[in-house]
Antibody, heavy 125, light 108 residues
Framework: EVQLLESGGALVQPGGSLRLSCAASGLTFSSYVMSWVRQAPGKGLEWVSGISDSGGNTYYADSVKGRFTVSRDNSKNTLYLQMNSLRAEDTAVYYC??????????????????WGKGTTVIVSS | DIQLTQSPSFLSASVGDRVTITCRASQGISTYLAWYQQKPGKAPKLLIYAASTLQSGVPSRFSGSGSGTEFTLTITSLQPEDFATYYCQQLNRYPSWTFGQGTKVEIK
């Protein structure tokens, strides 16, 4: 069974930093694109960041670009999210997610097929 | 950026009802759309991808359709465990993936 387990969430002051980790098991971690998705209290889902299977390509939502850095260690089956210059609006549950792909014969389709349980980040003074 | 608008944002329905949720994209996304179900305090769960392909293990009462800018998620006979919030997500242009604002399905 594929499992993703996030850790590192905490209460942090505005302007502070935090690093989230996601330990993956039950899959060949190095074969998959991975994402971070967040959900502010009482709000909807927001895709935050993604990273290619090798780690060579990284992607960010405009809302976090320049402040967050995604990385992975395939030897440790672990995904990371370094969050700097945190703001109140970054308060959310952060989910680690595995991207799935489907070849239709005409092109690749993507989706998120495995989610972690989430870790809570609260940015407040 | 591609915006997704779900309607309705909230619906009240009874067990056994047929429920339809609509997701409209601000520009054409072919069939690069997925649907998720989320229950309170839980992570989302994939229901449908490529607009109409049912994820393995998802009951057949769930179905998806549409292409371009208009998509629907249909639950043919609502069950007690289906009361949840549903989100659409466009995956047309990586990495700028976006979600709809959600549709909460509650018991009438």
């Amino acid at each position: 069974e594929v499992q993703l387990l996030e850790s590192g969430g905490a209460l942090v002051q505005p302007g502070g930093s935090l690093r989230l980790s996601c330990a993956a098991s039950g899959l060949t971690f190095s074969s998959y694109v991975m994402s971070w998705v967040r959900q502010a209290p009482g709000k909807g889902l927001e895709w935050v960041s993604g990273i290619s299977d090798s780690g060579g390509n990284t992607y960010y939502a405009d809302s976090v670009k320049g402040r967050f850095t995604v990385s992975r260690d395939n030897s440790k089956n672990t995904l990371y999210l370094q969050m700097n210059s945190l703001r109140a609006e970054d308060t959310a549950v952060y989910y680690c997610a595995k991207d799935g792909t489907f070849w239709s014969g005409y092109g690749y389709y993507y989706y998120i097929d495995v989610w972690g349980k989430g870790t809570t980040v609260i940015v407040s003074s | 950026d591609i915006q997704l608008t779900q309607s309705p944002s909230f619906l009240s329905a009874s067990v056994g009802d047929r429920v339809t949720i609509t997701c409209r994209a601000s520009q054409g996304i072919s069939t690069y759309l997925a649907w998720y179900q989320q229950k309170p305090g839980k992570a989302p769960k994939l229901l449908i991808y490529a607009a109409s392909t049912l994820q393995s293990g998802v009951p057949s009462r769930f179905s998806g359709s549409g292409s371009g800018t208009e998509f629907t998620l249909t639950i043919t006979s609502l069950q007690p465990e289906d009361f949840a919030t549903y989100y659409c997500q466009q995956l047309n242009r990586y990495p700028s993936w976006t979600f709809g604002q959600g549709t909460k399905v509650e018991i009438k």
